[in-house]
């Protein structure tokens, strides 16, 4: 755990503003050779180095206060009053700069922004929790748009005809095709941190408080994009028109039944699928990289044995011959994804599939999701914070309120490109 001394240490060698960005900096907040934020240009959001020296669990908001504003000679109430009356009377130290307000106002300064960056750094690693699979498998799409439109041009097809010498060439076509997006919906959390807070903060309550609000974002939207994978919200749009996502007939069969994954052949029954989608315009095959496996918690284990058989071996009937090969799922060919027990929640809630338990367990996927699917950003995870220099946030005695949003929605892009195998 980190304590008071060793906060102190590092305000007297960097002084108070530069003491904030080196917690930044250990907290994986801050790049320390660049001084910018870390930023995930694949999901376009702010993330925590993940081998940064310090863990947000290891700090408490309590010896951050007496670490920057040397409250061991003091009562901890008498330096968070002085902290109130010093935002109200210059601001963030940040914006500010250390050469232009007393010293003293500096490290009460230096405190809110070093406790906010700790909060932060809470909502960042609740916000990306590795149990959220999906998040992570799926396109992210910058848009600034509320409705996102893709437009792309359909595939001309086997349309070359003989030319005579002399005679003009064949004109062709070019189809338009285009799939839109639902609208974008916004959601927010907010963190009031109080001066009370600060100083009972003895089993780090306000990292709670913090870690609530985002994951609750990362939580939601984790639901949102697993009801659009496993098939519950539909959201294919295509040319206008909307369609299921899965479908056992019709413009493309990407849903296979009676085939749980027992071994490769039921691999093979449901990549076999991928042979046969045709492009809509044309009806031409069209190529699908099939490169993952989402299977639910129930066939984890089993499923991982099917994947890392060393070889298999083929007999006859009256075993007067025997064959061995190596498995062709062997390799490392196929991303095994975590499985996914928010797939399996919404898989047997009565608002999802209404599923048995027994039906849902044997549900798997297989196929590229960022091909297949898109998360739609116009904000990613922005953290915000306010300081207590109105009225109503003074009247209330809050030092700061931290508020987390995001603005977003997910779609099908286009289902040709997975496949879900049933019961």
């Known amino acids: 755990m980190i304590n008071a001394e060793q906060i102190q240490t590092i305000v007297k060698r960097d002084g108070a503003v530069g003491a904030v960005h080196t917690i930044y900096q250990l907290l994986g907040l801050e790049n320390p050779e660049t001084g910018v934020r870390y930023w995930n240009q694949e999901l376009d959001q702010p993330v925590l180095e993940s081998k940064s020296p310090w863990k947000p669990s290891m700090l408490s908001v309590k010896e951050l206060a007496k670490g920057f504003m040397g409250c061991d000679g003091e009562p901890l109430d008498r330096a968070l009053g002085q902290s109130c009356r010093a935002h109200r009377e210059?601001?963030?130290?940040?914006?500010?700069?250390?050469?232009?307000?007393?010293?003293?106002?500096?490290?009460?300064?230096?405190?809110?922004?070093?406790?906010?960056?700790?909060?932060?750094?809470?909502?960042?690693e609740a916000y990306t929790r590795p149990m959220f699979v999906l998040t992570n498998v799926v396109e992210t799409i910058p848009s600034n748009k509320r409705q996102e439109k893709l437009i792309g041009i359909g595939m001309v097809g086997d349309n070359a005809e003989e030319r005579k010498p002399g005679n003009p060439h064949h004109r062709i076509n070019?189809?338009?095709?285009?799939?839109?997006?639902?609208?974008t919906v916004n959601r927010g959390n907010g963190v009031d941190v109080t001066r009370e807070a600060v100083m009972?903060?003895?089993?780090?309550?306000?990292?709670?408080?913090?870690?609530?609000?985002?994951?609750?974002?990362?939580?939601?939207?984790?639901?949102?994009?697993?009801?659009?994978?496993?098939?519950?919200?539909?959201?294919?749009?295509?040319?206008?028109?909307?369609?299921?996502?899965?479908?056992t007939s019709g413009n493309w069969i990407n849903k296979l039944a009676s085939n749980p994954l027992s071994d490769w052949t039921n691999f093979n029954a449901a990549n076999q699928l991928f042979a046969q989608m045709t492009d809509q315009e044309t009806g031409q095959p069209i190529e699908v990289d099939v490169k993952?496996?989402?299977?639910?918690?129930?066939?984890?284990?089993?499923?991982?044995?099917?994947?890392?058989f060393t070889g298999l071996e083929n007999t006859s009937s009256d075993l007067t011959r025997r064959g061995f090969a190596p498995n062709p799922l062997g390799g490392g060919r196929y991303e095994f994804l975590p499985p996914s027990k928010y797939a399996y929640r919404r898989a047997t809630d009565a608002t999802g599939l209404n599923l048995s338990a027994a039906n849902a367990q044997v549900y798997w996927w297989l196929g590229d999701f960022k091909r297949a699917f898109a998360w739609v950003q116009n904000i990613p995870l922005t953290i915000v914070r306010a300081t207590a220099t109105d009225y109503q946030m003074a009247d209330r005695g809050l030092m700061f309120s931290l508020f987390a949003d995001e603005m977003g929605t997910p779609m099908v892009k286009d289902p040709r490109f997975v496949v879900v195998s049933t019961n």
Do not use: H, W
Not at 99 to 109: G, K, L
Not at 116 to 121: C, M, S, T
Not at 174 to 183: A, G, I, K
């Open 90 to 124: 210059v601001g963030d130290v940040l914006e500010a700069g250390a050469e232009i307000v007393p010293s003293q106002f500096a490290n009460i300064s230096a405190f809110n922004a070093a406790t906010a960056g700790l909060l932060e750094a809470r909502m960042l």
């Open 174 to 183: 070019l189809p338009e095709r285009y799939v839109t997006s639902p609208l």
């Open 200 to 247: 009972f903060d003895l089993t780090r309550e306000l990292l709670s408080q913090a870690e609530t609000a985002s994951e609750t974002l990362g939580l939601r939207k984790e639901y949102l994009i697993t009801d659009c994978v496993i098939g519950v919200t539909n959201t294919y749009t295509y040319n206008g028109t909307t369609y299921n996502t899965y479908l």
């Open 292 to 308: 993952q496996v989402l299977v639910m918690p129930y066939k984890e284990m089993s499923s991982r044995y099917v994947f890392n």
